[in-house]
């Protein structure tokens, strides 16, 4: 059953009721919201989860600000449901796309205890803001005559590319296996855009495997009418990275976007931990940092399935490479290679539990990062100031990679070897892309740019900046449309930004 109603201490603040997929890298950024939340005094809240997921998010939501300001309301999550394992309440769980659409739709069984919950919040709530893959939230919200705001965990320009695949249907004049005169796969150009150009294998990769194709463009009208539908949509970026793209968005497309991000520096700044609460591996980037030697940091990602074959061709790469590295490894009981990590002991460490990758980015040692591209690491790389390898394999992941690579320039590109997605990528062009990336001219010029998007990253946060201003505006207008909040109440007015 759900906990007891939350009742907080309130003090004239808006209460929001704040709700994520459940996925860690959907859960993440809106824990980091909450806590910006409760940093700023800009509001309590009300976080609703399963109970699988709540140790999760207890330990993601900082102490220091008080008790009285953030609740976490735990949702039963329903059992012995087809196509679901026993016990799994995350997508991380789940090993293959039918599953994933069984728990979509599992997870819409929640709603009557959600909008129970909600309906007994005290004080009540000011607003709704939900990932849009619990695109029946909308129905929720609006029996309970509560605002709404979208949050998707994708880039502007991800969300933007997806909008004008649906305009202009390129797909309908592509087909896959197209080249141009080069061999390459032939490419289409953006009207809005001219300069960005995307292959059919862009436009598709977030549809999955071809036999998910159907469902998961079922599933995608879905959330694209939870978000049009929505009083909002959240955004994790800022101005200083994707400003042409929100600017679009907000001038041609619906609903208003704030743009609030990043998310990752939107945690107060803690003590670091005492060296000896340190795991073994942030030792051991310490001692690397003491020698100067600089390290590459690799993650692919946690829920693409990645052959283990091919992971072994990246273990392959990377000793080739000769570089220092560390690699959080997933799934946790791979096998890398008989010897291999006795091999490269002295080089490199392979971590096979759950890490805080932003701790490890912010490190001082690491100069590069391996990436599959998820947006959440492609924040936590740019707020870190380190330049990508970039090897995008599902979802947002291909656009996000176009754009870092051919109009940010803060990364190299992994090649597969028959120049599609989902192409075996040997070890050599592992060795190649990732020495390049951390030795050679394209990786220099892409730290110096990628050091400049930091800075503007910590100015977008700070107090006064333009995501603090689009947080505080953000829940003005919202509020200002419930009852709950008047507008002479909610000291959140608007800005020109």
Request: net charge negative.
């Amino acid at each position: 059953m759900a906990s007891a109603p939350f009742t907080s201490g309130y003090h004239g603040l808006p209460h929001l009721a704040i709700f994520p997929f459940m996925a860690k890298g959907h859960t993440m950024p809106l824990i980091q919201l909450v806590n910006y939340l409760r940093h700023h005094q800009l509001a309590t809240v009300t976080f609703f989860t399963t109970p699988g997921n709540a140790a999760f998010i207890r330990d993601g939501l900082s102490s220091g600000a008080g008790d009285d300001d953030v609740a976490v309301v735990e949702l039963d999550f329903p059992a012995d449901v087809p196509g679901i394992p026993p016990g799994v309440e995350s997508a991380e769980g789940l090993a293959s796309m039918a599953s994933f659409f069984a728990f979509t739709d599992a997870v819409s069984l929640l709603r009557p205890q959600f909008d129970a919950s909600v309906a007994a919040m005290q004080p009540p709530a000011s607003f709704i803001v939900a990932d849009a893959f619990l695109y029946w939230v909308n129905e929720s919200a609006a029996s309970l005559s509560i605002p709404k705001v979208s949050f998707f965990g994708i880039s502007t320009f991800a969300q933007v590319m997806r909008e004008l695949r649906i305009r202009h249907d390129p797909c309908a004049v592509m087909k896959p296996g197209d080249v141009d005169d080069d061999g390459n796969p032939a490419t289409f150009s953006v009207p809005e855009f001219p300069h960005i150009k995307v292959t059919f294998e862009d436009l598709m990769a977030p549809f999955g495997e071809p036999s998910a194709i159907r469902m998961m463009m079922e599933l995608d009208g879905k959330l694209g009418k939870a978000i049009e539908e929505s009083q909002g949509l959240i955004i994790n970026t800022f101005h200083g990275l994707e400003a042409p793209y929100i600017k679009f968005w907000n001038e041609h497309v619906k609903p208003r976007a704030w743009a609030i991000g990043p998310l990752c520096l939107a945690n107060p700044a803690f003590a670091p931990a005492p060296a000896a609460a340190q795991p073994p591996w942030m030792k051991w980037l310490d001692e690397k940092a003491a020698a100067g030697r600089p390290v590459l940091y690799i993650a692919l990602g946690t829920l693409a399935a990645i052959p283990e074959v091919q992971l072994k061709e990246v273990a392959d790469g990377l000793e080739r490479a000769g570089l220092d590295f560390i690699w959080a490894v997933r799934p946790k009981s791979i096998d890398l290679g008989l010897g291999f990590e006795e091999r490269i002991k002295d080089k490199g460490i392979v971590v096979r539990e759950w890490v805080d990758q932003l701790e490890i980015l912010q490190h001082e040692s690491i100069r590069g990062f391996l990436s599959h591209c998820g947006w959440n690491s492609v924040l936590e790389s740019v707020t870190a100031g380190v330049p990508l390898a970039v090897w995008p394999m599902i979802a947002d992941q291909p656009f996000n990679a176009r754009f870092l690579v051919d109009e940010l320039k803060i990364a190299i590109r992994v090649s597969t070897s028959d120049r599609t997605m989902r192409g075996f990528v040997p070890s050599e062009e592992i060795s190649k892309v990732v020495r390049e990336l951390m030795n050679g001219e394209a990786g220099t010029e892409a730290t110096k740019r990628v050091v400049e998007l930091s800075a503007l990253a910590k100015e977008a946060v700070d107090e006064g900046g333009l995501s603090w201003i689009a947080v505080k505006e953000m829940i003005g207008e919202l509020c200002a449309t419930n009852d709950v909040h008047g507008k002479e109440e909610v000291n959140y007015g608007k800005q020109d930004v």
